[in-house]
C-alpha cells in the first residue's frame, strides 16, 4: 500500500504535469492565426470596416466580405475587442452551441450598457445569477398558456375589428396590436392608440438596441473614458444621442412598472406577468429591495421584447400574402376546408392546419426579425480549425446568411410555405428556421413559443376573415410593393400600400361578434 508521501508526490506530479499541458496548450495558441479579414490598417486595424446599420444591411455585408475570403468565419480586428462573424449553421453548431458554456456571457458596450441605459434587459445582461433569476421568472410567465391564449386572441381579434374599420392603416393597427398584446400579459394594460406612451416606448428602445448594439461601431466602447467628454465638444455627438437614447430606455424600465404597483396597492389589477411575479418571487424574498428590481427587469424585457419583434414579422406576412397570392389562396383552402361555417381557427387545431404553420416558418425564414443575433461574448481563449478565437472576442452570429442559403432553402427570396410541406405534413427534414430565429445556445429567446402561437393564431385568423391583395393607384393600375428592407440591425420591411377586404358579409360579421 503506498504511503501518504508517495501519494502527495504522485498528486504533486500529476498537478505539475497538468500546469504543463495547460501551458504548452496556451503557447500553442497564442502563435494560432486569428480567422481571416479584410486588409488591416495600422492601430485602427479593420475598425472601419465594421457596417453601420443606418447605412447597409450588416448580415449581407458580413456575408459578402465572408465570400470575397473564401470563408465562413471571419475575424474584424477593431481598437478593442476583436469582432468574429460566423457565417454558417456549421459554426454556429459548434461554437454557440456546442461551446455554450464559454459562449453565452455578453459585452459590456459603454455605449449600449451604460450611456443608452439597457444594461438591465434580459437579452443585454451578463451571464450570471441575475440573468438566472431574470429568464427563471420570464419562463414562468412566458409559459402560462391559459392566460396568455386569452390575451393572444383578444388583441387578435381587436386587430380584426380595426383591419375592418380602417384596413388602409394596417401598419398602424400592427403596432398598436403588438404593443397592446405585450402591455396586457406584463401589465394588465390595454391601450386604445398607437400613440401611447408605453406601445412608444417599448417600439422605441427596441430602435435604440438596434442603434447601439451593433459591435465595434461606436469608438466610446474601445475607449470608454470618451464618456467623460463634454457633450458640447466636437466629436462627442454621441454624448447627445446616448442622453436622448437613455430617456427612452429608463422610461420602459421605470413607468409602466410605477403604474402597475399604485394599481396593485389599489386592488384594481387583473391577472398579469407583474401580479404573479410579485405574489411568487415577491411575497417572501429574503431581500426584497433586489427582487423587485430584478421583477421590474423581467417585465421591461417581456414588454419590450416582444412589441417591435412581433410587428416586424406581421408586416412581412402582410407584404408576402401581398406579392405572392397563390400562397394566401391555398393556405385558405386548408382552412375551409378544416373550419366549420363562422368558427375561427384555435391553437388545437394546429395539427390539423400544417400550411398554417408552414406559413409562419416562412415568414421568420424571409424576413428574420435580427439578421444578426445579439453578440455573444466568448469567456476564455478558445481554438477552432487552427485559429485562435481570442477571450473578450464579440462573437456575431449571422443568421439571415443562415435562413438565406440556397442549399438548404433554394429560391431563398421567394416566399414559398412549400419548402416545409410534403405530402399533405410538416418535413421533418428541412431545417426549422425558428432554430436560428430566436437565437443560439444558453441566450435563445425564452419567449419563442409564445411568438410563434400569436404569429399562427393572427395569420389563420386574418386568413379565415380576410383577403390581402395589391393596391391600385388613381390609375387603377396595381401598385407592386417593394419587398427590400429598412437599414437597421431589427428588420422591417420598407413601407407599401395593400388592399385589405373581408372575404365575404359573413366573415365581416364573424369579425365584428368575435371583438364584441
Known amino acids: 500500500m503506498a504511503s501518504l508521501t508517495e501519494i502527495v508526490t504522485l498528486l504533486g506530479a500529476l498537478a505539475i504535469a497538468a500546469w504543463l499541458l495547460g501551458y504548452l496548450r496556451r503557447a500553442k495558441m497564442v502563435h494560432l492565426p486569428l480567422p481571416p479579414g479584410p486588409p488591416r490598417l495600422p492601430i485602427l486595424g479593420n ?17 459578402d466580405m465572408s465570400r470575397s475570403l473564401g470563408s465562413e468565419i471571419i475575424c474584424l480586428t477593431t481598437i478593442g ?14 461554437l454557440l452551441e456546442g461551446r455554450s458554456s464559454i459562449y453565452s456571457d455578453r459585452p459590456w458596450m459603454t455605449m449600449l450598457n451604460e450611456l443608452a441605459g439597457l444594461d438591465w434587459t434580459i437579452s443585454i445582461l ?20 391559459e392566460r396568455n391564449q386569452s390575451v393572444q386572441s383578444r388583441h387578435t381579434f381587436g386587430f380584426m375589428s ?3 374599420r380602417s384596413p388602409e392603416q394596417f401598419i398602424d393597427h400592427i403596432h398598436l396590436m403588438s404593443g397592446a398584446t405585450m402591455l396586457d400579459l ?5 391601450p386604445q392608440s398607437g400613440e401611447d406612451r408605453f406601445v412608444q416606448l417599448a417600439e422605441q428602445a427596441n430602435q435604440v438596441l438596434g442603434e447601439t448594439a451593433n459591435a465595434g461601431v461606436y469608438l466610446v466602447d474601445a475607449f470608454p473614458t470618451l464618456k467623460h467628454i463634454p457633450s458640447w465638444m466636437p466629436g462627442a455627438g454621441f454624448k447627445r444621442t446616448a442622453a436622448k437614447f437613455r430617456q427612452i430606455s429608463v422610461g420602459l424600465l421605470e413607468e409602466p412598472f410605477k403604474d402597475v404597483k399604485e394599481r396593485i396597492s389599489n386592488g384594481t389589477v387583473p391577472d398579469c406577468a407583474a401580479v404573479s411575479l410579485m405574489e411568487t418571487f415577491g411575497r417572501d424574498a429574503e431581500d426584497a429591495a433586489h427582487t423587485e428590481v430584478v421583477i421590474k427587469k423581467t417585465l421591461a424585457s417581456i414588454h419590450g421584447a416582444g412589441a417591435d419583434t412581433t410587428a416586424s414579422t406581421l ?10 397570392p397563390e400562397v394566401q389562396y391555398k393556405a385558405q383552402r386548408e382552412l375551409d376546408s378544416v373550419l366549420s361555417s363562422g368558427r375561427f381557427p384555435e391553437l388545437c387545431d394546429k395539427p390539423s392546419l400544417p400550411y398554417i404553420t408552414a406559413v409562419v416558418k416562412e415568414s421568420l425564414r424571409w424576413k428574420p426579425v435580427l439578421p444578426l443575433d445579439i453578440v455573444h461574448r466568448l469567456m476564455v481563449d478558445d481554438h477552432y480549425h487552427g485559429y485562435l478565437l481570442p477571450r473578450g472576442s464579440l462573437v456575431v452570429a449571422n443568421i439571415r446568411a443562415l435562413l438565406y442559403d440556397e442549399i438548404v432553402y433554394p429560391g431563398p427570396s421567394r416566399f414559398n410555405p412549400d419548402r416545409f410541406i410534403k405530402n399533405g405534413e410538416l418535413d421533418p427534414n428541412v431545417p426549422d428556421p425558428t432554430t436560428a430565429a430566436f437565437g443560439f445556445g444558453r441566450r435563445i429567446c425564452p419567449g419563442r413559443h409564445f411568438v410563434q402561437d400569436l404569429l399562427w393564431i393572427t395569420f389563420a385568423s386574418i386568413l379565415t376573415a380576410f383577403t390581402i391583395s395589391k393596391a391600385v393607384d388613381e390609375r387603377g393600375m396595381e401598385i407592386t410593393p417593394d419587398a427590400a428592407d429598412s437599414p437597421g440591425l431589427i428588420s422591417h420591411p420598407k413601407p407599401f400600400q395593400c388592399k385589405i377586404r373581408p372575404r ?3 366573415h365581416a360579421e364573424m369579425v365584428a361578434a368575435a371583438a364584441g
Request: proline share 6%.
Open 162 to 164: 380595426r383591419l375592418l
Open 504 to 506: 365575404s358579409n359573413m
Open 47 to 63: 475598425t472601419l470596416d465594421i457596417p453601420r446599420a443606418s447605412q447597409v444591411s450588416p448580415s449581407q455585408a458580413y456575408l
Open 315 to 324: 408586416s412581412a406576412f402582410f407584404l408576402a400574402m401581398t406579392l405572392f
Open 126 to 145: 451578463p451571464y450570471g445569477e441575475e440573468w438566472r433569476l431574470c429568464r427563471k421568472m420570464f419562463q414562468q410567465e412566458i409559459t402560462n398558456a
Open 81 to 94: 475587442d476583436p469582432v468574429i462573424v460566423l457565417n454558417s449553421r456549421t459554426l454556429i453548431d459548434d
Open 186 to 190: 406584463t401589465y394588465a394594460l390595454i
